[in-house]
């Protein structure tokens, strides 16, 4: 049985080829047989190739600031490219500062550790990814940058509603489609399939990757964020982006994701989740965020997506930084 009920610890998935089921927080999925060993060597390569620095996940899991702190300038510091790229995102418009951001060690102290720690996971994730099958170029660009539009304008959210979080929803949208990066590397052909499906049907791209693989993105996403130890807040934007009934750590999180994962492929930054119109009125993360907050119940999504398009069209150099 291919087990993952979450740990920070489970770094194995145990499996055996006469029991075709994963286990998800609980719930028992189906696995067509002849799929089961490849999607499992798939998602253990995948997460080998592309890896998480170990103190990116320290920080996230809320380790020895201190430590993590002196470990993360010096991986900064090492690296002239990425020291560049983060200094030039330090002291775009995006963050508004009055006075240049001149060091590494400045940028801690001004935008804090965490803040510092999450665009340099950006940046490498980055690298990392366009070093995969070269055949996906295009595909694995799209994916990336509709998921940087994503982590950016679920910043904007939190801010316009005054959410408080210690920047879960940036990493959150940075990684919640990385379960389609696996898809586009390993299973090119069935990628294929499942995007002439979506774009002729009105079926959405976790169902058609449900009939055409008996597994969706979100599914890889989970063990994904297992196999990288992942905090469990940033696992369930992975894994629950696309079905918030089922999230039982911060719903609100995963609704400010999921409105900016939706305004992103409506503002034409998306993968082709679906062909069909989408009204953001009737999403649950939008009604879940008007539930959360009363500033929200009188609005339709409409009047809260111009503000967030106006501020997002000025901060554009800050989303072509990570491109």
Not at 73 to 98: C, Q, W
Not at 253 to 258: E, G, N, P, Q
Not at 295 to 300: I, K, Q, R, S, W
């Amino acid at each position: 049985m291919w087990t993952c009920s979450y740990s920070v610890h489970s770094n194995n998935i145990p499996l055996t080829r006469r029991q075709h089921t994963a286990r998800y927080n609980g719930r028992l999925l189906s696995l067509p047989p002849e799929l089961v060993m490849d999607i499992r060597e798939k998602i253990h390569a995948v997460s080998d190739l592309i890896s998480i620095p170990r103190t990116a996940i320290e920080l996230m899991s809320g380790g020895d600031s201190k430590t993590a702190s002196q470990k993360l300038i010096h991986l900064v510091e090492s690296d002239p490219v990425l020291t560049a790229k983060l200094l030039s995102t330090a002291n775009s418009a995006f963050y508004g500062l009055r006075w240049e951001v001149a060091s590494i060690q400045q940028a801690v102290l001004t935008l804090g550790v965490d803040e510092v720690n999450r665009i340099a996971m950006a940046y490498q994730l980055r690298q990392q990814i366009f070093t995969l099958d070269s055949h996906q170029k295009d595909y694995l660009a799209k994916v990336w940058k509709h998921s940087v539009v994503t982590a950016a304008v679920s910043r904007l959210i939190k801010q316009y509603i005054h959410y408080h979080s210690n920047g879960e929803e940036f990493t959150g949208g940075i990684l919640h489609d990385f379960g389609k990066i696996l898809l586009a590397h390993h299973f090119p052909k069935e990628l294929d399939e499942i995007r002439s499906l979506v774009a002729g049907t009105s079926l959405t791209d976790v169902a058609a990757e449900q009939k055409i693989l008996g597994i969706d993105h979100t599914e890889i996403g989970w063990v994904l964020a297992s196999k990288w130890e992942l905090p469990l807040s940033i696992a369930e934007i992975m894994r629950y982006h696309h079905s918030l009934d089922d999230v039982a750590l911060d719903p609100v999180l995963v609704s400010i994701v999921r409105f900016a994962d939706l305004l992103t492929e409506h503002w034409e930054f998306g993968v082709g989740e679906r062909s069909v119109p989408v009204y953001l009125d009737d999403e649950p993360c939008w009604k879940i965020l008007q539930k959360s907050y009363p500033d929200l119940a009188g609005m339709n999504a409409m009047d809260l997506e111009k503000p967030l398009f106006s501020i997002f069209e000025s901060s554009r150099e800050f989303v072509s930084m990570f491109l």
